[in-house]
Structures are given as structure tokens and as C-alpha cells.
Nanobody
Framework: QVQLVESGGGLVQAGGSLRLSCAASGRLFSSYAMGWFRQAPGKDRDFVSAISWSGSTTDYAGSVKGRFTISRDNAKNMVYLQMNSLKPEDTAVYYC??????????????????WGKGTLVTVSS
């Protein structure tokens, strides 16, 4: 059974930084691409970033490109999202996700077969 547990969310002022972490249980973590999605109140869950199984390929939503950095440590079964220059519009629940094998790139919500429970990020103006 795969479990994804996010941490690192919180309240930060605009312009600040946060680092989200995702701890993954289960075998074969290094065989799967991983991603981060976010959902603001009253809105759909949107793609934020994804990273290939090896870490050699990454992708970002246009709204976060240049500000967020995704990374992974396969030895520790961890995925990270470094978020800099945060804006109030980044406020959302952030979800860690495991991408189904053979999915399109970048992955969409329907390409995800495991989700974490999410961590709340609030950016004040």
C-alpha cells in the first residue's frame, strides 16, 4: 500500500519561502514520476510541478515557473517542493501525488493513482 504524507505547509508573508516535503511509503518509489498539485478554496485541483522517476526531467505550471523547484531523493523516498517569492494567489492546499505509469507529461489529475492528504499553504499580503 502506498502512502504519501506531506509536511511543511504554514502561514508566510508574501515574498517569503516555504519548503514542502512528501514522504512516500511502499516499494518501487524510484520507479514512478511524482508531482505536486494544489487546490484553492472553490477551485479545481491544479497541476503545480512534476519530476520524472530519475529526477532528470521536471515541469512546472506557468504561474510558478522560476519561483518553485521540485526535487526528489530516491534513497529516502522523499519529494520536495521549494517555494520562493510566494504570492497570495499561491494560497492553497498542496497535494503530493504519484503518477501512474505511462501517463502523459506533464501529468494531469486523472493521471494520478495515489494522493497525499495535503498540506495548507497560506500566503498573506
Amino acid at each position: 500500500q502506498v502512502q504519501l504524507v506531506e509536511s511543511g505547509g504554514g502561514l508566510v508573508q508574501a515574498g517569503g519561502s516555504l519548503r514542502l516535503s512528501c514522504a512516500a511509503s511502499g516499494r518501487l518509489f524510484s520507479s514512478y514520476a511524482m508531482g505536486w498539485f494544489r487546490q484553492a478554496p472553490g477551485k479545481d485541483r491544479d497541476f503545480v510541478s512534476a519530476i520524472s522517476w530519475s529526477g532528470s526531467t521536471t515541469d512546472y505550471a506557468g504561474s510558478v515557473k522560476g519561483r518553485f523547484t521540485i526535487s526528489r531523493d530516491n534513497a529516502k523516498n522523499m519529494v520536495y517542493l521549494q517555494m520562493n517569492s510566494l504570492k497570495p494567489e499561491d494560497t492553497a492546499v498542496y497535494y503530493c501525488a504519484r503518477v501512474r505509469s505511462g501517463s502523459d507529461w506533464p501529468p494531469r489529475s486523472l493521471d494520478i493513482n495515489y494522493w497525499g492528504k495535503g498540506t495548507l499553504v497560506t500566503v498573506s499580503s
